[in-house]
């Protein structure tokens, strides 16, 4: 039987510091995930420094201080289990999920799975048998879709993902 490792995907948290109700909802949502995946626009690296227990992989977005641009990476490669990862904000590739999806996979062609955030909008979806993820703007007061959406990664012998909320 294959381990499976669980990783918590959140994106656009857009936070100078971590707050009180962040911690509490990334404490509940991420509790059973050893990896920690952000998709950019954390704005202050101290987001980061609540997943001090878990494995982090960060890009920086395009909200992102200095500290976190200089910190960060822009893009992100990396294996989660037997699955190679491709990690980005998506700024880069255009303001809107169609155009950002459209050069996904110029970036990343060998990926498995690629995330990406920028939008603000959950996707989970397969594209010709690859995994494409936008966890959505992890926020407790979201506008968008509701509190806290983030993906939950599972990486075994498959890989699955799964929108969730708060």
């Known amino acids: 039987m294959t381990d499976i490792i669980r990783a918590g995907i959140l994106s ?27 998709a950019g626009d954390l704005t202050d690296i101290s987001v980061l420094d609540i997943f ?30 037997n699955f190679t990862i491709g990690l980005l904000h998506g700024y880069t590739l255009g303001r809107y999920a169609d155009t950002i999806e459209a050069g996904i996979w110029d970036v990343f062609p060998e990926a498995d799975c690629v995330i990406y955030g920028h939008t603000h909008e959950p996707v989970c979806k397969r594209i010709a048998g690859k995994l494409l993820i936008n966890p959505g703007a992890f926020q407790v007061n979201n506008w968008y879709s509701g509190p806290c959406p983030h993906v939950i990664l599972e990486a075994g012998q498959e890989l699955k993902g799964k929108i969730c909320k708060y």
């Open 12 to 38: 656009d948290t857009h936070l100078t510091r971590p707050s009180q109700d962040f911690i509490t909802a990334a404490q509940q949502c991420f509790a059973n995930c050893e990896v920690i995946i952000h």
């Open 52 to 81: 001090s227990d878990k494995t982090v992989y960060a890009v920086h977005g395009n909200c992102c201080g200095r500290t976190s641009h200089a910190s960060l990476p822009q893009e992100q490669r990396f294996q989660l289990g």
